[in-house]
């Protein structure tokens, strides 16, 4: 029995020697769970020492004294075999814990081993930690991957990255070690400001010009009681306006009336929306100041029956977005935006933009614009008459209309910090109400901030003002 131990054993007594030789040679301290090879020093007789090993790989473990007993506490999970009386062999057979007690012939403690026998680092785990290192420059990704009985990779992926893009692509390349999402667990850190506030810039200027100028005449002739003509210019006059100048008379029953319509205006409407909203690099956040228009429509049941249904359409400054900080420091942005308005006939004119973007932090970029012009003309006439050169004008009304529209979407995204509560000033901080002095002989309701001279009051006063008087 002893020679055959000692012959089967001689492989491993090659492996000690070449760990002995490495260690001493070049002086290196490795951790407990790589060496070969350990020496107990006799300073150290009767302690305790934690070790890792490998399932089924052994591990030299030379003693200060000679060994009359060894107790393994968990045989299922290693296992210790003595080469000489001061030399043993230590295997990992299953995982788990157990201790290894080193007695000598006085009954004394030796050397009480602590040990843990690990699984084999999966050559999946080492693949994916190399991939992530150079895939994800910057980035320190530690991988714990866990082989089951079937086969399947489970992974479990720890440590920092600059920036929350660079996470969802860490997991996106952990899954296709693994299989599929459920098999990793992404527990990254994320170092820096992930926080993103955008500012959306909505400039718009219109500009409109309407001209209407119209004549409508008619005439009535009777002879007796007999209406033998009567003509009037056929002009539409729905859309003539209410500044007309009528004349009309009337002789021996006969009576001849006309009007002339004339109306010019001018408009111009400016608008400039600037809303500001924040979020966390790839969360998204919605932004709406403004209301609710309703409006009814008809749903069919099913028995084929209409019932009427009001809905509410929103209208005001709306803003949603989506932002994503890449490692390069740059933005990706998913922005809609877009500025809405109710008019006269219950309907809603919409300027809206909706796009995707990527912009370095505190950079504009213009994402929509528009430049447009549009012209109508429109005659009305009496058939025939309304043909005559010079004297046909009295028998023709002219409806122009010109409209110009000039429109820039800018946005700009920063990386935002939390500041200390109180440092950021609103608008109330500044708008006062007006004194009761001010009110009265000024017609004021209020001191304007950023308007030059509504500061204080134009000319002064002296004595009490107002309906309370302490």
Same mark, same amino acid.
């Given at each position: 029995?002893?020679?055959?131990?000692?012959?089967?054993?001689?492989p491993?007594?090659?492996?000690?020697l070449?760990?002995t =030789?490495?260690?001493s040679?070049?002086?290196?301290?490795l951790?407990?769970?790589?060496?070969s090879?350990?020496?107990v020093a006799?300073t150290?007789?009767?302690?305790q020492?934690?070790?890792d090993?490998?399932l089924?790989?052994?591990?030299i473990?030379?003693?200060?004294?000679?060994?009359?007993?060894v107790?393994?506490?968990?045989?299922s999970?290693?296992a210790?075999i003595?080469r000489?009386?001061?030399?043993?062999i230590?295997?990992?057979?299953?995982?788990?814990n157990?201790?290894i007690?080193?007695?000598?012939d006085?009954g004394?403690t030796?050397?009480?081993?602590?040990?843990?026998?690990?699984?084999e680092?999966?050559?999946v785990?080492?693949a994916l930690?190399?991939?992530?290192?150079?895939?994800?420059?910057?980035s320190?990704?530690?991988?714990?991957?866990?082989t089951l009985?079937d086969?399947?990779?489970?992974?479990?992926l720890t440590?920092?990255?600059?920036?929350t893009?660079?996470k969802?692509?860490?997991e996106?390349?952990?899954v296709?070690?693994?299989?599929?999402?459920?098999?990793?667990?992404?527990?990254?850190?994320?170092a820096g400001a992930?926080?993103?506030?955008?500012?959306?810039?909505?400039?718009?200027v219109?500009?409109?010009v309407a001209?209407?100028f119209?004549?409508?005449?008619?005439a009535?002739?009777n002879?007796?009681?007999?209406?033998?003509?009567?003509?009037a210019?056929?002009?539409?006059?729905?859309?003539m306006?209410?500044?007309?100048?009528?004349?009309?008379f009337?002789v021996?029953g006969?009576?001849?009336?006309?009007?002339?319509s004339a109306?010019?205006g001018r408009?111009?409407l400016?608008?400039?929306?600037?809303?500001?909203?924040?979020?966390?690099?790839?969360?998204?956040?919605k932004?709406l100041?403004?209301?609710?228009?309703?409006?009814?429509?008809?749903?069919?049941?099913?028995?084929?029956t209409?019932?009427?249904?009001?809905i509410?359409?929103?209208?005001?400054?709306?803003?949603?977005?989506t932002?994503?900080?890449r490692?390069?420091?740059?933005?990706?942005?998913?922005?809609?935006?877009?500025?809405?308005?109710?008019?006269? !006939?219950?309907?809603?004119?919409?300027r809206?933009?909706?796009?995707?973007?990527?912009?370095p932090?505190?950079?504009t970029l213009?994402?929509?614009?528009?430049l447009?012009?549009?012209?109508?003309q429109?005659?009305?006439?009496?058939?025939?008459?309304?043909?005559?050169?010079?004297?046909?004008?009295?028998?023709?009304?002219?409806?122009?209309?010109t409209e110009?529209?000039?429109?820039v979407? =800018?946005?700009t995204?920063?990386?935002?910090?939390?500041?200390?509560?109180?440092?950021?000033?609103?608008?109330? !901080?500044y708008?006062?109400?007006a004194?009761?002095?001010?009110?009265i002989?000024?017609?004021?309701?209020?001191?304007q901030?950023?308007?030059?001279g509504?500061?204080?009051m134009?000319?002064?006063f002296?004595?009490?003002?107002?309906?309370?008087l302490?």
């Open positions: 029995m002893t020679t055959m131990m000692q012959t089967a054993l001689h491993l007594r090659l492996l000690a070449a760990g =030789l490495s260690l040679t070049l002086g290196l301290a951790p407990a769970h790589a060496q090879q350990i020496t006799s150290a007789y009767g302690a020492r934690n070790l090993i490998e089924n790989k052994s591990i473990i030379d003693l200060p004294a000679g060994v009359a007993e107790v393994v506490s968990q045989p999970v290693a210790a003595m000489t009386r001061t030399r043993a230590v295997q990992g057979i299953g995982g788990g157990t201790n007690f080193f007695i000598d006085a004394r030796i050397q009480v081993l602590d040990l843990r026998v690990i699984q680092p999966s050559q785990g080492n930690e190399e991939a992530l290192a150079r895939v994800i420059p910057g320190r990704i530690l991988v714990e991957s866990v009985g086969s399947t990779n489970r992974v479990v440590g920092t990255v600059l920036s893009d660079d969802q692509r860490a996106q390349v952990a296709q070690f693994a299989g599929s999402p459920e098999n990793v667990a992404n527990i990254i850190d994320v992930q926080q993103v506030m955008l500012q959306v810039t909505v400039s718009e219109k500009r409109n001209k209407q119209g004549i409508n005449f008619g009535v002739f002879v007796g009681v007999a209406n033998v003509l009567q003509f210019s056929a002009l539409p006059t729905s859309n306006p209410t500044e007309s100048v009528k004349a009309s009337a021996n006969n009576s001849i009336s006309s009007a002339i109306l010019e408009g111009a400016r608008v400039l929306a600037q809303p500001n909203l924040t979020a966390l690099s790839g969360e998204s956040a932004f100041a403004g209301g609710e228009l309703p409006y009814q429509t008809y749903e069919v049941d099913g028995d084929g209409r019932r009427p249904t009001t509410f359409k929103p209208y005001g400054v709306e803003l949603s977005f932002p994503t900080v490692s390069n420091g740059n933005i990706t942005l998913k922005v809609d935006t877009s500025v809405s308005e109710p008019q006269a !006939d219950m309907s809603i004119t919409k809206q933009a909706n796009t995707s973007i990527e912009v932090s505190g950079m213009a994402i929509g614009g528009l447009e012009e549009r012209s109508s429109k005659i009305n006439q009496f058939p025939g008459l309304g043909d005559i050169p010079i004297l046909g004008a009295l028998f023709r009304s002219r409806d122009f209309q110009e529209t000039e429109l979407i =800018l946005v995204p920063y990386l935002v910090n939390p500041v200390p509560a109180g440092s950021i000033a609103v608008p109330t !901080d708008s006062t109400p004194s009761d002095a001010e009110a002989f000024l017609g004021k309701l209020e001191n901030y950023g308007v030059a509504s500061g204080g134009r000319g002064g002296s004595g009490s003002v107002g309906f309370v302490d």
